[in-house]
């Protein structure tokens, strides 16, 4: 019973991640020229704080070799990256998250400053009501004008490569026609050294990076301000698309 509730809460952990990373193969689309002509008001919307900061400790040394085993080993590899995932997320989160990173706060603010340094008029909404089906935003119920409406997803953390642990932040920003109808824009971002499909990639400040997993919490302060710096300046890359 312990045990599948424990692959149930990896599984969960992962999800984010996972969104994120089907995010990096979805179209991507440019903001076209003339679209930034007619687009003056932004309504820019709510995005919450990440539920978990978390950390990607690697694949477990020698797991690979449970390929050998076919479709069996690779499950049984899955529970245990999902486990090790689950067990390091946890960790991460309870001793960073007393110290408010503020990720969203922060990525948002920028956000903000950067749209509107470019004339754009910016006004925060909160988070999008969903449709009936509960899964897609209905726009229909958002009050107020504007030419377009700005989405981002956020998750942040660290990842273990080579051995040191690395700053990883990812957003995806998505423009919407007022209705809703029509996508105008959509990206994914990174910043971080771990290629993800077609984001763009933002590399971090070699500062942030920590030697090794067991380092990182005797470092919390560098690791927050890595955390936060991703947010900064995948929000100003984000605004240079505008």
Same mark, same amino acid.
């Given at each position: 019973m312990h045990t599948t509730l424990r692959a149930l809460r990896s599984i969960c952990?992962? #999800?984010? !991640?996972?969104?994120?990373?089907?995010?990096?193969? #979805? *179209? %991507?689309?440019?903001?076209?020229?003339?679209?930034?002509?007619?687009?003056? %008001?932004?309504?820019?919307?709510?995005?919450?704080?990440? +539920?978990?900061?978390?950390?990607?400790? $690697?694949?477990? *040394? $020698?797991g690979a070799a449970l390929y050998m085993f076919g479709a069996l080993g690779g499950a049984i590899l899955g529970s245990i990256e999902a486990n090790r995932f689950e067990t390091a997320s946890t960790r991460f989160n309870a001793a960073v998250a007393p110290l408010k990173p503020e990720l969203s706060a922060t990525m948002l603010s920028r956000l903000e400053k950067s749209?509107?340094?470019? $004339?754009?008029? @910016?006004? +925060? @909404? *909160? !988070? @999008?009501? !969903?449709?009936?089906d509960g899964k897609e935003p209905d726009f229909s119920r958002i009050e107020g004008t504007f030419d377009a409406i700005l989405i981002t997803t956020l998750g942040g953390g660290y990842s273990v490569e080579s051995g040191a642990a690395v700053p990883n932040v990812r957003v995806v920003a998505t423009l919407h026609s007022r209705s809703g109808a029509d996508k105008l824009f959509a990206d994914g971002y990174i910043y971080g050294t771990q290629k993800v499909g077609q984001f763009v990639e933002v590399l971090p400040d070699p500062r942030f990076t920590i030697k090794s997993i067991d380092a990182v919490y005797d470092n919390l302060g560098i690791a927050v301000e890595g955390l936060r710096t991703g947010a900064d300046k995948l929000a100003e890359r984000v605004a240079a698309d505008f």
């Open positions: 952990l992962l #999800a984010f !991640t996972a969104t994120l990373v089907a995010c990096a193969s #979805a *179209p %991507k689309v440019a903001f076209k020229p003339e679209l930034k002509q007619s687009i003056k %008001k932004v309504a820019l919307v709510e995005t919450p704080e990440p +539920r978990q900061y978390f950390m990607n400790p $690697g694949q477990a *040394p $020698g749209l509107a340094a470019k $004339g754009y008029e @910016i006004v +925060r @909404i *909160p !988070t @999008i009501p !969903t449709a009936a």
